[in-house]
């Protein structure tokens, strides 16, 4: 069964301090993974995208890493700032057009 | 402009109201999209249109009602909701041929089902 999994389900961090979220699947055929920020009642914005041949990407201070050995990608945010604060969903696209989204980290950022 | 706008942003509607939810898009993508979101849960397909013609639709509900009446432009027809419907409603568009590379989310339409 395809599924994508995230964890930890919620985090509370503090400002400045940085932090890894984890995405694990099992989804096949993989054709690549989506890292989305969504703000509470706002749509999920784009962080960033990694194709099967690409092991790391960074965005600024968001950086994801995939491995598609064990199927597992990280995004690793650094210096977190209060607008931070929100929910990071994970997608994998799968079979070319398919996508399975995460449940996602919902990640809260203290002064 | 790589933006996707949905209106109205908040809709509070009656189970015997009928209203509209907007999608706009000026990217040339050929690709939308809607997609149910409950509180802390991912989004849910509905509907796809690619190339203003209906491709995949998740057996949603017939009280929702999906049109495309050009490449720029995607509508969710409600009509007779339930309570249960009250959900945040993304609209989101992408190229096709280009492996969805670039999809793009609206900010969303809050609805509240009375």
């Known amino acids: 069964k395809n599924q994508v999994e995230q964890s930890p389900q919620s985090l509370i961090i503090l400002e400045g301090k940085n932090c890894t979220l984890q995405?694990?699947?099992?989804?096949?055929?993989?054709?690549?993974l989506r890292w989305y920020k969504q703000d509470t009642g706002r749509g999920p914005v784009s962080l960033t995208i990694?194709?099967?041949?690409?092991n790391t990407k960074s965005n600024g201070r968001y950086t994801a890493t995939l491995d598609a050995d064990t199927k597992q990608s990280s995004l690793h945010i650094t210096a977190s700032q209060l607008s931070d604060s929100a929910s990071y969903i994970c997608?994998?696209?799968?079979?070319?057009?398919?996508?399975?989204f995460g449940t996602g980290t919902r990640l809260q950022v203290f002064p | 402009d790589t933006e996707v706008t949905q209106t109205p942003k908040h809709l509070v509607m009656g189970m015997t109201n009928k209203k509209s939810l907007k999608c706009e898009q000026h990217?040339?993508?050929?690709?939308m999209y809607w997609y149910k979101q409950k509180a802390k849960k991912p989004p849910e397909l509905m509907f796809v249109?690619?190339?203003?013609?209906?491709?995949i639709n998740e057996s949603v509900p017939s009280r929702f009602s999906p049109e495309c009446p050009n490449s720029s432009l995607l509508n969710l027809h409600l009509h007779a909701l339930q309570p249960e419907d009250s959900a945040l409603y993304l609209c989101?568009?992408?190229?096709?041929?280009?492996?969805?590379?670039?999809?793009?989310f609206g900010s969303g339409t809050q609805l509240s089902v009375l």
């Open positions: 989101a568009s992408s190229q096709p041929d280009l492996d969805r590379e670039k999809l793009f």
């Open positions: 995405c694990n699947y099992t989804v096949s055929p993989f054709s690549n």
């Open positions: 990694m194709t099967f041949s690409e």
């Open positions: 997608v994998v696209t799968w079979d070319t057009d398919k996508l399975i």
């Open positions: 990217m040339g993508h050929r690709a």
């Open positions: 249109y690619s190339y203003e013609k209906l491709s």
